[in-house]
């Protein structure tokens, strides 16, 4: 990767990334990678919390049960 003057080290990599060496080839797709990282953040939250209740309800659900034993 060419050193960019002038620019931090992540938006050197963002930059680099939209010029092409990774294969997207032009700037008319810059607006793309914000609302792309953002929704694959958003999933990753999302199974996160899905997963948590899952936990919470196997839990309470063996609680629940032992009070009855």
Same mark, same amino acid.
């Given at each position: 990767?060419?050193?960019?003057?002038?620019?931090?080290?992540?938006?050197?990599?963002?930059?680099?990334?939209?010029?092409?060496?990774?294969?997207?080839?032009?700037?008319?797709? *810059?607006?793309? &990678?914000?609302?792309?990282?953002?929704? @694959?953040? +958003? *999933?990753?939250? &999302?199974?996160?919390?899905?997963?948590? @209740?899952? +936990?919470?309800?196997?839990?309470?659900?063996?609680?629940?049960?032992?009070?009855?034993?």
């Amino acid at each position: 990767m060419k050193p960019v003057l002038g620019r931090s080290y992540k938006n050197a990599l963002t930059r680099s990334f939209i010029d092409g060496e990774y294969g997207i080839g032009t700037e008319k797709y *810059e607006f793309l &990678l914000f609302p792309i990282v953002m929704l @694959l953040w +958003l *999933e990753s939250v &999302l199974r996160m919390y899905l997963f948590s @209740l899952y +936990l919470h309800h196997q839990i309470m659900m063996r609680n629940t049960y032992r009070e009855y034993e």
